[in-house]
């Protein structure tokens, strides 16, 4: 199973705040199946984002949970209609958005690789402006799922 498909994409989401862009995207993740309790996933993301801001810079975000909550390794992308601020490492506001859902049993720092896998991709102005532009959910996932190839097995 991929772990993003076009049913975990949301290319206008509106938000005005990162815990309602986060509860939008981990929304898309139950509806797909993929979360035993939605309200403790969402507890978990936020509980992580109280630690320390997940926004990475260049406008993106990428909050994440390990948990109990979670059936399978997830990733959901979603673009905000208007930026939010996020606390951001570089101080911009996010309008790109990456929610990781990851098993609280599985191995190792599965969520350490994708975040590293994606990071890898991010710091490269083209990549990050084929994800403010793509036109469809279909384009996003074989970008996204391309990008992960031997990072999520």
């Known amino acids: 199973m991929q772990v993003i498909n076009e049913e975990l994409v949301d290319l206008a989401i509106e938000a005005d705040s990162k815990i309602a862009?986060?509860?939008?995207?981990?929304d898309r993740i139950n509806q797909a199946g993929r979360l035993y309790n939605h309200t403790g996933y969402v507890e978990s993301v936020i509980e992580r984002e109280n630690l320390t801001t997940t926004g990475?810079?260049?406008?993106?975000?990428?909050?994440?949970?390990?948990s109990a909550h979670v059936k399978e390794t997830t990733v959901a992308f979603g673009r905000l209609n208007?930026?939010?601020?996020?606390q951001s490492l570089d101080g911009e506001t996010v309008n790109l958005v990456f929610l990781l859902a990851v098993p609280e049993e599985c191995q190792g720092d599965q969520h350490l690789k994708i975040i590293a896998g994606l990071s890898r991709k991010l710091v490269h102005q083209e990549f990050r402006d084929t994800l403010a532009q793509a036109a469809s959910n279909q384009e996003i996932v074989e970008l996204l799922n391309d990008s992960l190839a031997g990072v999520v097995a």
């Open 56 to 66: 990475i810079g260049f406008g993106i975000a990428i909050p994440h949970g390990k």
């Open 21 to 26: 862009a986060i509860n939008i995207l981990a």
């Open 82 to 86: 208007q930026k939010v601020d996020w």
